[in-house]
């Protein structure tokens, strides 16, 4: 017969929280030198105790101490982990990698933009200077520096790459001949 603890008498519920009480013990007894270190340091003070008290009012089965021990391991073997000369070597790779990539975009968007500065520089002292709506088209949509929030181009980037000052005016007037007015 199975123990339901809705109907059970006193003194089943006592026989039942005693064979519980037995499940852990044994349990904790079993545990390895991981187990224990993981439990030491990733326990909640004072579960390992509560857990090997006996106490006649609670159901306690030993899955519960597995289930813990379990989750104290995994976050034992990730801070071993992490903690290890290769994991420290390998994430300070990453971060460098990250830092030259970040680096060489920076490096290429100033390129970029120096390029166009001095083609329209040129431009401008050939007579031949491109009209500002083809300037307008010319512009990266995914370099969010070169826009406002509502869409359209800032003046100030405009003037730098038409090579003269560029108002709101002019600037809305070539945005609705490039096709971005709406």
Same mark, same amino acid.
């Given at each position: 017969m199975t123990f339901d603890s809705r109907t059970a008498t006193p003194e089943e519920f006592e026989a039942e929280a005693r064979r519980l009480h037995g499940e852990r013990l044994e349990r904790i007894d079993a545990m390895t030198d991981e187990e224990k270190a993981a439990?030491?340091?990733?326990m909640m003070p004072g579960l390992m105790d509560r857990y090997r008290r006996l106490e006649l009012n609670q159901l306690v089965p030993a899955e519960t101490v597995d289930l813990n021990i379990a989750e104290c391991v995994k976050h034992y073997r990730i801070d071993r982990e992490q903690s290890s000369p290769e994991y420290e =070597? =390998?994430?300070?790779?990453?971060v460098e990698a990250d830092r030259r990539r970040k680096i060489e975009e920076r490096m290429a968007r100033q390129r970029a933009e120096v390029e166009a500065r001095? *083609? =329209? =520089?040129? %431009? %401008?002292? !050939?007579g031949a200077a491109e009209s500002l709506a083809e300037i307008v088209r010319g512009l990266d949509r995914s370099d969010r520096t070169l826009f406002?929030? !509502?869409?359209?181009?800032?003046? *100030?980037a405009l003037s730098r790459l038409a090579g003269r000052r560029v108002g709101a005016r002019e600037r809305d007037a070539a945005w609705k001949l490039a096709g971005g007015g709406a």
């Open positions: 439990c030491e340091k990733f =070597a =390998a994430r300070m790779r990453e001095n *083609r =329209a =520089a040129e %431009a %401008a002292r !050939s406002t929030r !509502s869409g359209r181009p800032r003046c *100030r």
